[in-house]
């Protein structure tokens, strides 16, 4: 059958069941995983990645602490609930939790605005990195939206400055960060609490500059072919692995994270502590200097001029003060 | 001050000498009112529409040639060029017909100049070359630079025009607003002013990184700036949106800009910045 047959035809049941009111998210996404295997590798994990029985944020931190108390508020304008922090104990450790928050189902997702943060969202999540580096207390972000909001309101208040700022302020944290992408990773939105000392992705995981679909629309000139976008941007936590981006790959259960979410939160807890407890070998000046490096390196490019190889000395010099 | 570091940042490279500034001007149709400009007249009004007052998108060359002092700017890291990180077919097609359309090899150029005596560090971005879109060139070129300042102890000024982050370079593209706010928390560190400068338009990537940084930002006249695209804002809604919305005007109304500096009077106000921020006049308690 023809390939926007059939995702047509998933978008009218869809359609039709917001319209008789029945919530049919998961039986949807089975729907599109399985057609989705169908069609190869990366579109398989990029359905998956945004399936709606997915584990969230808050299922990880409860699956992950003995303990967790849930702080709200940006001080300035609001609490946004597509974005979550706190503090929990993870074996005995004080750790502030900070991630995007999608729901399980068509109700939890609109009170979530389906995991798109507005610009409160992200001065929370930067008022809470600061409490936790007055308290000296590692921060540990969950990544899984789509993007930041896109409205009126968000641009009003500044979308793009609590991302910025968010940007500088954690790329010099006191404290350790360590970032993990558990779904999608999409944009400025996701990279907003993704600045940290260690990345990591989950196996169905995709990070990206722009939804696959956005990809198709503005460089295929075609929204159809998001597919095949999702092929050439090169999304997978595999392919963003190789591009020496991310520093691990945690591996989710079988059929994906959905199938046994405590498997998965298990390996993120692991690698927390072992993390925690090789960092905390480094000073503050040293954290940063490290973290300042690996951003410092990303970059694809040609020089002939043989002397401009790394101005690594240049943070160095500047942090030998921290 | 003086620097152990080279680092092909050009030190030791003669001043280059900038082309005669707006040599490659055509008449144009101005965007926003539609009447048919000549090329000298542009030129006498720095690329602002005599009939509407629109600040066009100009030229990095052009730019410097109108903010430094004549002779005094050393460009940086020239030669440095984009390579295929994603492999995407078509890519390199795409560069090197806008290397060919602009004359740089990238979206941005900086470099050292000075404004009425006082040295500053430039990075200006070029809308014309792949709708100024931050890729690894972009961000290296201006995370150079503001290490550039902070070592050398001179102020940074960053004149912004860009569509986002480049896609064609996927995930290395987002990383660049990491790594370029990265680098301007040095300048906090350092004490050290970053000064912004955004004109039309600067949206997406940028905005949601360097460009939203400044110690002081400032925006010319009719600028658009945001980080979400209207259009994508529009298909959210479902509705049109306000006139001014995401204007420069606006966006100093709602506090994201300090102030809104016609064409012709930005060189004066930078110089004002310069001398307000220099050594000789920090430190009010030792008067
Ligand atoms: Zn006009």
Redesign the interface.
Known sequence: MDESVISNTIEEIKLLAEKENIDISRELDDLKTKYASSKGDTWEKVQLARRIDRPNTLDYINLICDDFIELHGDRHYGDDPAMIGGIGTVDGMSVTFIGHQRGHNLKENIARNYGWAYPEGYRKALRLAKQAEKFNRPVVTFIDTAG?????E????????A???N???F??LRVPILCFVIGEGG??GA??I??GDKIYMLENSI????SPEG?AS??LRDPQRAQEAAD????TAQ??KE?G?IHDIIPEAPGGAHTDPSFTATKIKERIITDLKRLASRNPGQLIRY??KK??E????????????D?F???T???S?? | MGSE?????GRKKKKSALPEPFARLQDTVCRECQNLIPAAQLAKSLQVCPECGFHMPMHPYDRISTLVDEGSFEEF?Q????????S?TGYKEKLDQARGKSGINDAVVTGRGSIDGREAIFGIMSFQFLGGSMG??V??KI??AI?AG??EGSPVILVTASGG?R?????????????T??????L???GIPLFIVLTHPTT??V???????GDVAIAEPGALI????QR??EG??KQK?PAG??RAEFQQD???VDMVVPRENLRHTLSFLLQTHATENKGWMNR
């Open positions: 930041a909001y896109p409205g009126l968000s641009e009003e208040r500044g979308i793009g400055e991302i910025a700022v940007l500088k302020a790329s010099v944009s400025g990279l907003g993704g600045v990070y990206s500059v722009i990809f503005i460089l050439l941007m090169k999304v392919d963003v591009f981006i973290r300042s951003i410092r990303i970059g694809h490019f040609n020089e002939n001029n043989e002397q401009a190889q101005l000395k240049i943070f010099k500047a942090f003060r921290s | 570091f080279t680092l092909g940042l890291s030669d440095l060029t984009s390579g295929n990180p994603i995407l690894s060139v961000g290296e995370t150079r290490l902070a070592e982050a896609m064609q370079e996927g995930i290395f593209s987002l990383m660049q607003m990491a790594k706010s990265s680098a301007a928390a040095l906090d560190e350092a997406g990537g905005t949601a990184s360097f460009a939203m940084l945001g980080f979400a695209g994508v804002i959210t809604l949106l919305f995401q709602q506090g994201f």
